[in-house]
């Protein structure tokens, strides 16, 4: 069946820096996306969706973007936190299912 | 607003037991899933409900595993009987309803078969 991959199994951001997931999609005919951020003993957790009629779209210090002719999602967190250490997901909804990718793992050190 | 509860946190068993997980979804929410989390992975969904009533088992290993929804709120997951490669986290999470892709997840139960 069709599955969502992620590019880096995980990333290292010093604190204050930017950070940048990147996740490729293989379902064309997926129109709906979800990043979900997974904190260590507990559930994903939604952080910003994006459908694809849109190419970016912003929220409080995350911005994905959705490039369609390559079939690629990323997401862009600001002056990234220690906070922000997670596994983040990108999913996708095809046939009104949610599919996760395999996560990135997202490490934030001083 | 109270989130989607899952008990136990925590279970090992042997391989050949059987073990049940239980989840409470958020208040008013229709439809309830079953995802498996295997270590490094990300969740695979097993079952979904809408109220009472299954949607979609597909991926639902049926020989070993069941579940029900039977007054169309709380659910359980069993597993028998448990093999090595169920070792997972099994999560819950509920929405709206079919459609809606505001799910909210519980913390989940880890499963160790030994």
């Known amino acids: 069946g069709e599955s969502v991959g992620l590019h880096l199994p995980t990333l290292s951001v010093q604190e204050g820096d930017n950070s940048i997931i990147n996740c490729a999609y293989s379902n064309s005919a997926s129109d709906y996306f979800i990043w979900y951020k997974q904190e260590s003993g507990k559930g994903p957790q939604f952080i910003i969706d994006i459908r694809s009629n849109m190419d970016k779209r912003q929220g409080q210090r995350v911005t994905v973007l959705l490039n369609k002719t390559v079939k690629h999602l990323s997401l862009q967190i600001a002056a990234t936190q220690p906070g922000d250490s997670a596994v983040y997901f990108c999913a996708e909804i095809y046939t009104d299912k949610l599919i996760f990718g395999t996560g990135t793992r997202l490490q934030v050190f001083p | 607003e109270a989130g989607v509860a899952q008990s136990p946190r925590y279970k090992i068993i042997e391989k050949r037991q059987s073990v049940a997980f239980w989840c409470n979804p958020i208040?008013?929410?229709?439809?309830l899933y079953w995802y498996q989390q295997i270590l490094g992975q990300g969740p695979k969904l097993l079952i979904q409900?809408?109220?009472?009533?299954?949607?979609?088992d597909s991926q639902l290993p049926k020989d070993r595993f069941s579940a029900e929804r039977l007054k169309g709120v709380d659910s359980t997951l069993k597993i028998q009987p448990a093999k090595l490669e169920d070792s997972a986290v099994y999560l819950c999470?509920?929405?709206?309803?079919?459609?809606?892709?505001?799910?909210?997840f519980g913390s989940g139960t880890r499963l160790t078969v030994v």
């Open positions: 208040s008013g929410h229709a439809t």
């Open positions: 409900f809408q109220n009472n009533g299954v949607v979609d």
């Open positions: 999470a509920s929405s709206l309803g079919v459609g809606d892709y505001g799910y909210t």
